[in-house]
């Protein structure tokens, strides 16, 4: 995949500046036509996220027509990969050259080495945190101690300009920051059993140690959300106003898988007034709100979605693939993303609280949806049930993942109105 640069980005969205400067000119001097700018989810370090943008772009040479100048952008911006989840395909990331840091026996070295990438500076909270996972004390008071602990780890300074950018409906701080941690614990452990049986209130209370692991991982998840958000406002979007000013012919494609997809959406709302660059953006088992893009939300009329109508900053459609094998999406999203203080039983969570990558854009007037390989309108929303060949994984994460198809760079290709060969 040549020619290929990469775009890097720090929490706070701030770029790295050589690296974008070799992109603008680049981009100008290579006469790009059409720019793939592929931004990767929560669970990626630099070296998966490498992987898959190889894979991705993999068949797009072949399927571009000769008069085609293809170029291509893999985004890096920092966030977490748990490495007890599989991925599709995917070797696992090799073993750093430096012995990982112990720890602890609540956490392996990996994911303890992870969390410390994604949270420096939090090293004696990493440390509670393991002690209360590997000790599974019978005694509440320990698990309201976990909840504070990453309540701690993931919350940010009051002048960080990412401290409003985790929300998509303006429902403040996710129901499992704020609720009574030993319930919350109780609700993830139900969640994570496979085994399709309901469990006895004992059972559950065998396993809430489990619930409380899927807490920290969730926790991390929404700070991850956040985070993106951040990245794609503050950074990506401003990156996009200088490349049109630098190459005012050419054409953006956006793509972006899981929070890389609210990175590439967020990416619209920091773009420059007038820019009409962005051509097509694809979103692959985007990991935020269904109605992140609705003008009024179902069960509130006074608000809408944090993203309403910047569908219209797009000169051409906005893609949302979206699969019903998505365990993540399906399964521990609505979980983690339910109203703080909500009173409502968490009966009808995937109406009130479901993802985009799991069942599409919902509440905008004119929005399409059709099945993977139809054809797509030339402008607005569009979902498009991807189901088919997204559908390979294993717990807890289930086909989130399953994103590198020929079939889905094909969906790029139409959604660009990229001409093929």
């Known amino acids: 995949m040549k020619p290929y640069w990469e775009l890097t980005f720090d929490a706070d969205g701030d770029a790295d500046t050589a690296r974008r400067e070799e992109l603008l000119s680049g981009a100008e001097r290579g006469r790009v036509s059409d720019l793939l700018v592929f931004a990767h989810g ?60 112990p720890g602890g026996p609540g956490l392996d070295a990996a994911t303890r080495q992870a969390l410390d990438r994604a949270f420096p500076d939090h090293g004696p909270t990493l440390d509670r945190i393991a002690e209360l996972l590997a000790e599974r004390s019978d005694v509440p008071s320990r698990l309201y101690e976990f909840g504070r602990h990453v309540r701690e780890l ?83 979007g401003p990156a996009i106003g200088l490349l049109a000013a630098h190459a005012p012919g050419i054409r953006v494609h956006l793509i972006g898988h899981s929070f890389g997809a609210r990175l590439v959406s967020y990416a619209l709302r920091g773009m420059p007034a007038g820019v009409r660059t962005v051509k097509s953006v694809t979103l692959l088992q985007g990991a935020f709100s269904h109605y992140a893009f609705a003008d009024r939300l179902p069960h509130d009329r006074s608000r809408g979605g944090a993203l309403r109508g910047v569908q219209r900053r797009i000169d051409g459609p906005l893609v949302s693939c979206h699969s019903r094998h998505d365990d993540a999406l399906g399964r521990f999203y609505p979980l983690a993303s339910k109203l703080a203080g909500d009173s409502t039983s968490f009966l009808n969570l995937w109406e009130r609280w479901g993802a985009v990558g799991y069942d599409g854009i919902r509440a905008v007037e004119g929005a399409r949806r059709v099945r993977l390989g139809e054809r797509l309108p030339a402008t607005g929303c569009v979902s498009v049930d991807a189901s088919s060949v997204v559908r390979r994984g294993g717990p807890p994460c289930g086909a989130h993942s399953d994103v590198c198809h020929e079939e889905l760079a094909r969906a790029v290709f139409a959604a660009g109105r990229i001409p093929t060969a």
């Open 42 to 101: 929560w669970n990626n370090d630099k070296e998966s996220a490498r992987s898959l943008y190889r894979r991705f772009f993999a068949p797009c040479r072949r399927l571009a027509a000769p008069q085609v100048r293809l170029g291509y952008v893999g985004v890096l911006w920092p966030a977490i990969r748990f490495p007890d989840e599989p991925i599709p395909d995917f070797e696992p990331s090799a073993a750093p050259a430096a012995p990982a840091p």
């Open 154 to 236: 993931v919350s940010l300074r009051e002048t960080s300009p990412a401290r409003h950018l985790g929300e998509d409906t303006g429902a403040g701080e996710p129901a499992m920051l704020t609720d009574d941690a030993v319930q919350v614990c109780e609700v993830l452990a139900a969640a994570r059993a496979d085994d399709g049986r309901a469990e006895l209130l004992s059972e559950l209370r065998g396993r809430v140690w489990d619930g409380a692991h899927e807490l920290l991982r969730q926790g991390t998840y929404y700070a991850m959300k956040r985070r993106s958000g951040a990245v794609g406002q503050l950074g990506l």
